[in-house]
């Protein structure tokens, strides 16, 4: 059993920030990997951003590049995600993923891919208004 809590959502205005957390149970948060992705009504689920299971390498949309960092505590068996310079198109439930195999690197193409991740966390909703 692995279960994903996100927290830190909430509201903030157009160009502000907000860091999101995923705290991790019931399997070695250090050995795999791990991501964001984000859901809006009507919209199709998409990547937000991915960290191997090492930390060595990060993965980032197009569309959130540049503003929002990916990262781990492996200490705290956490995974963050910092947004700065939110916009309105940013608000979405946000959702913590973990999948792949343990101690494993894998070709970028495949982080962004919802079937490679096994377990999802419930999702918190951020809301960036302008």
């Known amino acids: 059993q692995v279960q994903l809590v996100e927290s830190g959502g909430g509201l903030v205005q157009a160009w502000g920030f907000l860091r999101l957390a995923c705290a991790a149970s019931?399997?070695?948060?250090?050995?795999?990997?791990m991501a964001w992705f984000r859901q809006s009504p009507g919209k199709e689920r998409g990547f937000v951003a991915a960290?191997?299971?090492?930390?060595?390498?990060?993965y980032y949309a197009d569309s959130v590049n540049g503003r929002l960092t990916i990262s781990r505590d492996n200490a705290k068996n956490t995974v963050y995600l910092q947004m700065n310079i939110l916009k309105p198109e940013d608000t979405a439930v946000y959702h913590c993923?973990?999948?792949?195999?343990?101690?494993?690197?894998?070709?970028?193409?495949?982080?962004?891919?919802?079937?490679?991740?096994?377990?999802w966390g419930q999702g918190t909703q951020v809301t960036v208004s302008s």
């Open positions: 960290i191997s299971w090492s930390g060595s390498s990060t």
């Open positions: 019931g399997r070695t948060f250090s050995s795999y990997s």
């Open positions: 993923v973990s999948g792949g195999d343990p101690r494993t690197n894998y070709r970028p193409s495949v982080y962004q891919q919802t079937a490679f991740y096994t377990y």
